[in-house]
Each structure stands twice: as C-alpha cells, then as structure tokens.
C-alpha cells in the first residue's frame, strides 16, 4: 500500500542524499493521540529528522527511525511509532507529504522490498520445514518406535493383541462360520491338529518366546498368514494347500513368529501414531490438505512395512537354520503364491514375478541369508499328511449351533 | 484549509463502510492459496495476518477505519506453545485409553476425552477472540476483551449440549447467552460492551425455518412410533431371538419405513439448502442489531434478497470451476497415459494417476474454499458493514484507552485443535 508520487511533484521532494539541510515539507493529516478516541485534524511538518505534529501548538513529535506503517486502506498512510504502549496514529491523505515521509524513513519500506524479501524467507523456510518432516517421517518415526518398544509392557500388548483379535477374526470369517471357522476340532481333523502342534512346538524352542504362540489354521482360501501382537497367528487353509513340504510351512510361520518377537504389531500403533502427529498437527491444516496427508501417510506405510517385512524374513532364516530346517523354503513358498496368481502359463509366470520386484527382491535376500547345507523335513510324512487334513471336515454352520457367536 | 479538509473529510456520525475492492481480495486469496499449497499449509499464519489486515483496514465507520496490529509471528508463536500443551495431553490421553480401553471403561474414556477436547476448543476460540480484539485499534485506542475463559468454556459446552439435545430448538436462547457472556467482556477503550438481541426474538423467527428442517424428521419418527407394536417389540427385545429389527419390518414394512425416512430426510434437505442463506440472514441481522458499547447501538439493515443474491453468485461461480477442472484433469490424464504407454508396467502408470488425481482434489479443495471465501465469506462481511448503522456514534469520539495485547495461544490452540481459528 504505497502511495505513489504523481511525477509532477517528483521533483518538489529533495533528494535526501545530495542535501545537508533538506526542505520541509508540510501537509494536513488526522491525528489520534492513543489516549483518547478523539479526532485532531492536525498539520504535519516533515522535517530533517522527524515529523512535527501541530494543531495551534505542537501536539507532538516525531522521529523517523520510530515510524511504523501500519495497515491502511489505499489512498492513505497510517502511521504509528514503534515500542509504544500507547497506539497514537497519525492519518495521512496527501500523497506529496506522504511520499516525503516514506522517503525520509527508512523504516517504512517503501514498495514493500523488505517485506517481500521476509516473505521469500519464510516461504523457503516453510519449504525446508517440510522437507525435514518427511525425512523425520522415513527414519525418525521408525528408529524412535524401535526405542519406545521396549518401555510398553508384554501385558498391554497382549490386551491389545485380545482386542486386535476379536476384530481380526469377525472380519477374516466371512462366511460367518464362529467357532467352526478354525481348523483341528472336527471329525478326522485331531491328527492334522496334533502335526501342527509337533511343527510349532519345534519353532517355539527355538525362538525362545516371552510368552506363549497360539497358532490357528482358519477355513480361508488365501494363502495367507498374519501374526497379531501377544502371539496370536493365523494361517489360512489356502497356506497349507499351497505349502509342497512342512519347511514350506514351517518358514511362513517362522515369518510371522518374527512379526511377533520384533513387536511389530506394537510397532506398527506407535508408527501410526507419531505419523498422524507429524502430519496431522504440524502439516497441513488448510483445505485439500487432508488428502496430501493421506497419500504420504500411506506412502511412509508401506515403506515401513517393507522393512518390517524383510526384517521377519531375516528372523525366519535364522531360526529355520537353529532348529535344522531349510531356510530357503520361504523363499520357494513366496515364488510359488505369487506365481499361483498367474495361473499355469509358464511366461506369465516368469512375468509376473519381475512385475513384484518386493517379491523378487526378498527372495533374493532369503537365498543370500540362507547357508546352503542338506537338511532333514521338520515333519515326518504321516504328520504331514496329517496336517495336510486339518481342515477336511465339512464347515458345520457356526450360526445354527451358537447364535450370535459369529459376529 | 479547504483541501485539507477535502483531503481529510470529517466523519458522517453513523454510517459504516466497506472500502476494499473485491478484485483486490481475490489476488490476495489466490496468491495466498498458491503459497499455501506450496508450503503445506505452513504459510496460512502469514496468510491469516494479511487477510485480516486487508479486512479490518477496509471497514470503516464514521469515517474512521479499523486497523489489524497482530504479526504473523505472534500467531505462529501461539501454535508452536499449543503444540507443546497439546502433546503432553494428547499422550496422556492415548495413554489412559490404551490402559483402560478394552476394558468396560472404553466408553466412558472416549466420551471423557471428547469433553475435555469440545472444553479446550471453547477456550481456544473465547482466547482466539481476545488477541483479535487487542490487535484490533479505532482512532488511536484498542478494544479488549477481560474475563477467565474457562468459565466461558463450561458455559459454552453446557449450552451446545441443551442445543444439540432439544435438536436445535434452544439454539437461539444458546447464542443469546453466549453472546451476552462475550460482549460483557468486551470493551472498546473505557466504552463496556453488551449484547441486547432476545432468544425468544430469534427464536420466533427461527422456528419457520425449524419447522422446515428439523420438522420433517421429528414428524417421521413419530409416525413410525406410532405404528409399531410396542408390546410385542419389547417382548422380543427381552426374548432376544432374531432382531427387533425383522419384527420391526414384519410390522410395518420395510418398504413404507424406507418410503417414509426418505422422504422426510429428502424434504428436510431440500429445506436446509433452500433456507441456508434465510438462517444466515436472519441470524446476521439479529446479531449485529444486538451490539452495543456503552450508548451506541447498531443497526442492521441486512436484506434476505442481498444474501440469496450472494449465495447464488456463488453457484455461479463453483459450477463452472468445477467443470473446467475435471476437464483439464481429464485432458491431463489422458495426455499422461498417452505418453507413458503401455509398455512401462502398470505400477508406473498407477502412481502417475494417483499423483494426478491427488493434485486434482488439492486444485479442487483449494479452488472452492478460495471462491467461497470470497464470493461468500468476504460478500457477507461487506454485506454486513454497509447494512449497518450505528446510532449515539458522537460516543466514539470521547472514549479513554485501556488495555494491553494478550498472547496468542488462543489462536494457536484453535488452530492445532481444528476448531476455526485462523
């Protein structure tokens, strides 16, 4: 809001530079004294040093280097003077003492230079805030969940684990099935149970767990398995039908019991947690910022979770060798579902493969891990069999036999 | 002395006026959306500073404008302390919640933090109110506002709560006092604020526009409370065989409950989009006619037409914005996929889209807070400057200064909680 010099009175305001003594200049303005809200139509004398304030006598005065611009409609020049508890303002109209005034004090900033210089700062500034928040976001957040995990208690992680689980399982059963959704308690079924327990009791020595594993083999078609904070594990029956030996099996639970000793799934609250700070408090609280949120949240996610990932590959190679399994078995087990998802065409499949560079890329880090030596299966050829059988029972229907337990 | 009176006219006593140029809104608006994007919202402190700036600067009464004194820096300053209370709290919260939660007491800990949050964010906005009326300076003297806020807080969340809970038909009672308790505490120099506007008066000529909106549902509710079989649903409810839900159907009909809620949630959405701008003129009037400082009271002279004018200008505007987005996005996205091809896997051409469809809704969110800001928010507060008068102005020229500036955590803590603030 500068006010400009019309050029034909350009030439009436010295040049401050050439002159010892420059002319004073002298125009009408409003004054307000910051005691009182009353009005002073007053005269003001723009001098070498400062402005003379006078109404009949000398109201005030002035010196440049206290003068402030203060905001202002177009068309006048507001101003106040710096350090002062008091808001005395004076009101200035005439553009040639108003353009003497802004060329005589500094402070003032004519055409705004200053400020727009601090407003480059701050922008650039902002930009460089921003930049540090992603990098805290990609190796802050998860080296300080790594330090926080050992202060949170096994017990709220197993209360949390109880919690997780009661939704976990309502949302993997689908059909609604209840109790009959695990494998192992129908008929022909107890034998395949035992196996499993023979396999994860093998797993558990060898890891060495704080607390208890509870494995369950659920009637889901998936080949899938996910492992819950406190010990809780379910394999989908589509895992069991896709596993070729017990080590196959063995090494994807050997995965999970990883998730589980690494305190992933209290790793993974506490990421969440400080993402939703850094990003939700710090950032974005405009409009249309919400879902720049979103998109870096789910971003730094899944890059978390590829760490994650291959962290639990590394354990499962370590304790498929401590308890004499084939630690490449993982990595056979992982070719194969993904592969399963092309179908049976051979060039499909070698496509598929490189069109998952994780998986390729995993595969890869198991193979170099693992000590290549000649192993023993970790289960017999009846307990496999057996376990091959733990879901042949025909799912009885969970709503007829208990109702409401499914939901 | 005739030009420095020409230059410097003297006061009409009691008009008010609205001097700014909404073209020279818009620039601001859209430059400060641009930087706001750029800088993920970091910007908005000096964003906020530079709107009320241009807002107060530009309003003028009795010939006198008002004058913005608050910094950016003051605003960001508030935010980072807000920052440090509201993460000690924050944890705290968390904490309890993961401690309790999953036993019985989940319920009762999330209604707890969710008082505690409606409580800080009433604080937040009676603070956020007191560093604007100390930055905000007419004729030389500041307004001020004195007064705990707790106190304030606690009254708010009592009287939001009889609000929602009689369905809004307290609300007028609710604001009246509210405005009250504000403008008690508000002082323009030694000149003491108060608030003259009834409940009963905003509640007569409310209830129309109630009985529009709320009234179908209500209406509803009862018709189907009507036609149910008490009896035999609490019986069943008891039994707690199958739901009461089938029964329910069983008794009416699912088809004629559908049939009755849809159009009552039809009639009383239609109602509230038609009524909005009458609620909002009628509310504008009724507050700004209820302002008083000492002995000057205000006019409001605020039409209906004026408003219905505003908000149809506004769909003017938003419906063509909307239509030349989705066409560039659209021209955008295929000249993308054209280029890329098919030859460069899918997951190349899945983050170009999702990277496109992001910038979209950024473009589109910005854009339509940017046009509503100034076609609306900004036509509004025009609207409502040049519609008032005040009256006993000769006041405002004798009023002594008091007061001194507050801190800005008001404004930070509204901010960081998400209540409006900046």
Sequence with gaps: MTIALPPETAKTVPDTASLAAPEIVRGAAVYFDGTCSARNDVAVEAGAAGLRITAHRVLDEWSYAELRRMSS????????????????????????????????????????AAERRLRRKVVALSLAAGASLILTAIFGVPVLASRIIPFVPLAAERKLGDAIDKQIRSALDTQHLGPAFACGAGTGEAPGRAALDTLVRKLETGAALPFRLNVEVVRRSEPNAVALPGGHVYVDEGLIATAQTPDELAGVLAHEIGHVAYRDGTRTVLQTAGLSFLFGMMLGDFIGGGAVVIAARTVLKSSYSRRVESAADAYSVGLMEDIGGDPRALGNILARIVADKAGDDKDRRMKILLDHPETRDRIAAIDALAASRPTMPLLNAADWSALKQICSAPPAKGATTAPGDGR | ???????????????????????????????????????????????????????????????????????????????????????????????????????????????????????????????????????????????????????????????????????????????????????????????????????????????????????????????????????????????????????????????????????????????????????????????????????????????????????????????????????????????????????????????????????????????????????????????????????????????????????????????ALGVGGI
Aim: aromatic share 12%.
């Design chain 2, 1 to 415: 002395m005739t030009t420095a009176e020409a230059l410097n006219p003297a006061p009409s006593a009691g008009a008010a006026n609205f001097l700014g140029k909404e073209a020279a809104y818009w620039r601001l608006r859209i430059k400060g959306a641009a930087l706001l994007m750029v800088t993920l919202g970091l910007y908005r402190f000096w964003f906020a500073t530079d709107v009320r700036r241009f807002l107060w600067s530009n309003t003028e009464i009795g010939g006198e404008t008002l004058e913005y004194t608050g910094l950016a820096t003051e605003l960001l300053g508030g935010f980072l302390l807000a920052i440090a209370i509201l993460v000690p709290l924050y944890t705290a919260i968390a904490g309890t919640a993961l401690a309790l939660a999953f036993d019985k007491a989940e319920e009762a800990t999330a209604a707890i933090s969710f008082a505690v949050l409606v409580l800080l964010g009433q604080f937040a906005l009676y603070r956020a109110r007191r560093y604007r009326l100390t930055r905000t300076v007419f004729r030389g003297v500041r307004f001020d506002q004195h007064g705990a806020a707790w106190p304030y807080a606690l009254y708010a969340l009592l009287w939001w709560s009889i609000a929602v809970i009689t369905l809004g038909l307290a609300y007028p009672w609710a604001q009246a006092s509210l405005q009250r308790f504000k403008m008690r505490h508000t002082c323009y120099g030694d000149l003491l604020g108060s608030f003259e506007g009834s409940g009963s008066a905003l509640f007569l000529r409310g209830l129309p526009i109630w009985l529009l909106v709320v009234g179908p549902i209500v209406f509803a509710f009862f018709a189907l409370g009507a036609m149910i079989d008490w009896d035999a649903l609490s019986r069943v409810t008891a039994d707690g065989e199958n739901g009461p839900l089938d029964l329910l159907a069983g008794n009416i009909g699912f088809h004629r409950i559908f049939y009755i809620g849809a159009v009552a949630l039809g009639t009383s959405i239609i109602a509230a989009v038609l009524l909005y701008p009458l609620f909002q003129a009628v509310t504008w009037r009724w507050w700004i006619s209820g302002l008083r400082f000492g002995d000057v009271s205000v006019n409001s002279r605020i039409s209906i037409a004026q408003v219905y004018r505003i908000y149809l200008r506004f769909i003017l505007y938003i419906v063509p914005f909307m239509l030349l987005v989705m066409i560039v996005g659209g021209v955008c996205v295929f000249a993308g996929s054209a280029m890329i091809g098919s030859n460069h896997g899918s997951a190349l051409v899945q983050l170009v889209s999702s990277a496109v469809t992001l910038g979209l809704y950024v473009v589109i969110a910005l854009g339509a807070s940017t046009i509503y800001q100034v076609v609306v928010t900004f036509a509004m507060w025009r609207l409502a400057v040049q519609s008032a008068e005040l009256s006993g102005a000769t006041a405002l020229a004798a009023v002594r200064a008091s007061g001194l500036p507050s801190s800005a955590l008001g404004e930070g803590l509204a901010d």
């Design chain 1, 73 to 112: 409609p177009e068309g006048v020049l507001r101003l106040g003077r710096s350090g002062e508890t008091l808001l005395a303002r004076l009101e200035i109209r005439d553009t040639v003492l108003a353009g003497t005034i802004e060329e005589r004090a500094e402070t003032l900033d004519r055409g705004g």
